[in-house]
């Protein structure tokens, strides 16, 4: 597997300001798969494990962000 893309700069500056102003529960939820990987350095299969959600899913999200 290929290592993963870095987040640009600023940019856990800015997913810490959309957690704190997500509006539902999903939001916060696609806000916080952001966060894990670009401020606690977590991978695909603990983001999922955190979030309950499958690797396959956090991986997508992840790319549609970058």
Same mark, same amino acid.
């Given at each position: 597997?290929r ?7 600023g940019?856990?500056?800015r997913?810490?300001q %959309?957690l ?7 939001e916060?939820? #696609?806000? +916080?798969?952001?966060? $894990?990987r670009?401020?606690l350095g977590?991978?695909?299969n603990?983001? %999922? ?6 690797p396959?899913?956090?991986? #997508?999200l +992840?790319a549609?962000? $970058?």
């Amino acid at each position: 597997m290929r290592p993963p893309q870095p987040f640009p700069d600023g940019s856990v500056e800015r997913i810490e300001q %959309a957690l704190r102003g997500a509006q539902s529960k999903a939001e916060f939820q #696609r806000v +916080q798969c952001m966060w $894990l990987r670009a401020a606690l350095g977590l991978n695909a299969n603990q983001v %999922a494990q955190a979030l309950g959600w499958r690797p396959t899913s956090v991986r #997508r999200l +992840q790319a549609q962000f $970058l």
